[in-house]
């Protein structure tokens, strides 16, 4: 089977979030697997390991009522093929998203990778798009490729990643710059506005979510963003499948970057000196107390309104707090102050260290996500892998990857409500936990035992594939 992933990112070279981690490992677990299976992104200004890349061709994309140069440039890394389309007008700048003509550059994505595919000897069976960046590539295909031999059994997924991003635009985009013409422009039209997302749900022939309890919380008003009847009118091929991790990567016995390796049958020392290390980098006092780390974004959708509410009575209880991230500038100024005012307690580096949050990983005790609403999230499934217990809110793939080790053998702490009593409750449950070195040892081996890898999800992404392939 053939799958090309579509996607505006994917790691190793291009990173803003958890969309590259996925299509950095998911097309690497399918090859393992015997697919065939290849990545296009767009060839960005500051791509990472562009020495890497091999010139293959160049040709036009239809962009409204002009043409537009594309070049193909490739490259493969872990025994999956990379393509690279480069337009130096639309990607040679600074970041990825964000700009003013995004519609544009990633219409013209959307169907370069369409018209990539008459310069290669390479047919997909199914194109797995994802998020916004792509929601034009099934409509494309529908409306202008289909009737083409190479197109007609080409079958299309779409994966999404967060609801919240739709791209949307006015009405005026579609003939101009998208070559959507009013006949057709119903597709992509959704409450007065160009919808791209929505388009993707009326075109592909799936649609996926990363985890199975997101897929049925987008069905509801609260968490999709005004696109829930939609969803409902296509739940028939809506599912959620949870997103795995890189093990080989986030693996504590080989970990380059962690003050010391440890292994699941004798993590105990390599572990408290990762935690001295983190003691030490925030400058925290070694008194025994339980250490609770935060790696986020700082705006309130990562639950930090909660978290405001009841740091001052966690610090009080004896537990030290370390935060490290970027954000709303009233969380920044929050963190920065709390640390000042309880120096050797808590500890803050606002701004992002990839280094120094692989170290927090393994250092801490207990990873926090209070998540108003998480599609899958990754960072609670990377603290299992290091030890690390997470107290998270059953939202979206936390809900599916964390169970409560309250009472039952478990891998978290969890709460339900969106409220600081109930984090508060969680953090002394896990607290007391701490405090009991038998439990707290069966806990942290249970969490390391879970396996996040994406072994697991890629049979289920296969199994999805086979479906699809089947379909008429």
Partial sequence: MNILYAASEANPFAKSGGLADVAGSLPKALVKDGIDARVVMPLYGDLKMKDKLTYVTNFSVPVGWRSQYCGLFTAEVSGVTYYFLDNEYYFKRTGLYGFYDDGERFAFFSRAILEMLFHLDYTPDIINCNDWQTGLTPVYLNLYYRHLDKFSKIKTV??????????????????????????????????????????AFETADKITTVSPTYAQEILDPWFSYGLDALLRSKQYKLCGILNGIDVETNNPETDPVIAANYT????????AKCKEFIQDQFKLEKDGSPVYGMVSRLVGMKGFDLVKSVAEGLVAEGIQLVILGTGESG????????????????????????????????????????????PCGLAQMVACRYGTLPIIRETGGLRDSIKDGSVVPGNGFTFAGYSAHELYDACMRAKKAYETPEKWDELVKYAMNVDFSWDNSAKSYEGLYNEVVDLW
């Fill in 331 to 374: 969380y920044e100024a929050f963190f920065a102050d709390l640390a000042a005012r309880h120096p050797g307690r808590v500890g803050a580096y606002i701004g992002f260290n990839s280094k120094l949050a692989q170290q927090i990983y393994a250092g801490v005790d207990v990873f926090v996500m209070p998540s108003k609403s998480e």
């Fill in 158 to 199: 779409f994966t999404i990643h967060n609801i919240a991003y739709q791209g949307k635009y006015g009405l005026e985009i579609l003939e101009d710059t998208c070559g959507i013409g009013k006949r057709d422009q119903h597709i992509v039209e959704y409450d007065g506005c160009a919808n791209f997302m929505k388009g």
């Fill in 264 to 271: 699941i049958d004798s993590y105990q020392d390599g572990k």
